[in-house]
């Protein structure tokens, strides 16, 4: 259930008084993370040679942000409820609000795949992971594991160490799958979300120890 982007027009301003419904792919790929997985969506910018949709000529994050004029949907909209309110921002990307139902665990793409197989090996309760065009793996945790990260690799002795593996938590956004980001190409699924996870992913803990140790044992 994906969708496609629309062409960059320039700007993603919303249509005033448009009452077209957003596309049919675009609002059901929205409808399921909201109305499915209890997640919060967000209309975002779109990058075409790295100018952003925006409108700002100085964009620090170009088709990597949400839409500042855009209003949020929430978690638990429906359907129709997402059509009329992405009918003002057709082909935006889709970004997720971090910090509510999930925080994020970023490392390398590579380390993440190592880090996931292992994980899996073992039986870890996981949750959903995807991967972004830039090569970064985003492993969704329990709320809070941002804040907590750094006393967390306090705790398991890897304070000290120099790892590519960062928090994102709450007033960040991620980009969706299969949005575009950044006009580098579409986010992906590594592990797709699932009705036991996407609302209650697993605590941090579980996954950093793994994770903490394939980071730092990849190559730069």
Do not use: K
Not at 50 to 61: K, W
């Amino acid at each position: 259930m994906g969708f496609t982007i629309g062409g960059i027009r320039g700007t993603d301003r919303p249509r005033t008084g448009s009452r077209r419904r957003g596309r049919a792919s675009e609002c059901t790929t929205v409808a399921e993370y909201t109305g499915l997985w209890g997640w919060a969506a967000v209309p975002g910018a779109r990058a075409l040679d790295g100018t952003c949709s925006c409108g700002a000529t100085a964009c620090r994050a170009p088709g990597a942000h949400p839409l500042g004029f855009a209003p949020e949907v929430p978690a638990g909209a429906t359907l129709d409820e997402v059509a009329e309110a992405w009918a003002e921002f057709p082909g935006a990307a889709v970004l997720l609000p971090v910090g509510r139902a999930f925080d994020v665990i970023e490392v390398a793409e590579a380390a993440g795949r190592r880090a996931l197989v292992r994980l899996e090996r073992m039986g870890i309760p996981l949750g959903p992971v995807a991967v972004t065009p830039d090569g970064r793996a985003q492993f969704f945790v329990a709320p809070g594991a941002a804040a907590g990260l750094p006393q967390l690799l306090y705790r398991m002795g890897w304070d000290d160490a120099d790892l590519d593996l960062h928090g994102l938590g709450r007033g960040d956004h991620i980009t969706a799958p299969p949005s575009d980001r950044g006009g580098l190409g579409p986010v992906r699924w590594l592990r797709s979300p699932a009705l036991d996870t996407a609302t209650n992913p697993p605590e941090a803990r579980l996954l950093l120890g793994t994770l903490a140790y394939v980071a730092h044992r990849s190559p730069a």
